[in-house]
């Protein structure tokens, strides 16, 4: 039996091609899925993303037992409602997960997690939570809405209450603001500007029918996946899992090695993989016809080999792009194998897309 | 609800013929198929002068999603292929059974034609698929 979201019955509604996303039928695409990555890219468009979970961790300590947790430090979060992207790493250095962690204040911070790895998610961070004293609290009574586009933010603020209404339309990039249970966040996974609402389940269906209402287009998990792949970002458990480290999965940024003496898990480890890693993350550029997938084969003319974790047609650029994970020394030309032939495609520098502007 | 035009003919992967006045016959996907595919992005058709087996994969049509082989409904000479659809693969979207029809080929046996899935037969089999 799929779990459901409280937007289950919108999807229906709406008429949504539904399917099984990580144990939660959630919607692929409503009618056009090109139509959807071009409505977030041009206006606003709207996700059900409440398959995510919302994680309170709460206690004087919180801050220091995160510091440990992640990989990323949460040393850099100062002004209250300021938020940070993390891998969260085993003792060997493999990704558990990739996650949004929030400062709200010192003795609560809010973690924000995959679909498909909350379970663990929890039992690990409970795990590591209980020696610093910290409580875990799984906020499954809200749901998590992703508003984005170009119009997204003006349309959620003409919406919120008159209060949150005020903080949201100053609150900065990275940052959120919240009222009672309600919060708002300037973040997302599209490459564009907008907010990750975070409310309970009743009040995000009202707010959802209202923002279709207003012409927020439903957009569904494929055009979720073009938008953040032209905006050059990771999906666990297609281009990073619990067999990767992060110098080989593009998120070497992600790690705060200063101070040296912070001892978050997986530092050891990782440590050794430093200016070390075998394997390169990469974004290709497809230059010949065809369109490139995930698990494909890259080679290139210095004889370094590799294999591409994400890969699609990009809507935008009208061509097809794609991460790679390959051989440290790949450099230059390469080819992709595409149903038996070899294509030519080029190295770029992700992100492919941003603000709706083509950056390669 | 698919449209499934009477005076074709089908096959079980989702292709449709039709025989023109002249002997020859051209084909394409049907419209359950391109809705089952979503937004196509890339289209590959076989090139003019390739001689097909019938079951021969012998095109792709690519989505968003995924990519799917296109199969000859029965054997034959590719006389003509549909260059429109490089540069414009979503008519095969909006229009799958006129303006986005993929190739047209000689039959090798035009009767070949004859053993192939009627419009009830074929819609008898998208349904059970529904």
Redesign the interface.
Known sequence: MLKKTALHSEHVRLGARLVDFAGWEMP??YQ???DEHHAVRADSGMFDVAHMSAVDLHGPRTREFLRKLLANDVAKLTAPGKALYSCMLREDAGIIDDLIAYFLSEDWFRLVVNAGTTDKDLAWIRQQAAAFGVTVKHRDDLGIVAVQGPQAREKVIKLLPADLAAAAQSVGVFQAVYSGDWFVGRTGYTGEDGFELMLPHADLVKLWQKLEADGVRPAGL?ARD?LRLEAGMNLYGQDMDESKHPLESGLGWTIAWDPADRDFIGRKALSAFRGNSAHKFVSLLLEG???V?AHMKVRFANGAEGETTSG??S?TMKS?IAFARVDAKAEGICEVEI?GQWVAAKLVKAPFVRNGKVLV | MSNVPADLKYVKSHEWIKKLADGTVVIGITDHAQHAL??L??V?VPKVGRKLAADESCA?V?S????SDVYAPIAGEVIDANGAL?NTP?ILNSDPYEAGWMWKMKPNNAADIDALLDAAGYQKLIDELN
Do not use: Y
């Open positions: 692929i695409q056009s899925q090109l494929g073009t016809r065809g369109v997938r699609g047609f809507p097809s149903r | 979503g937004d992005v890339f590959e792709v690519e968003v999603k995924a990519a490089a979503e």
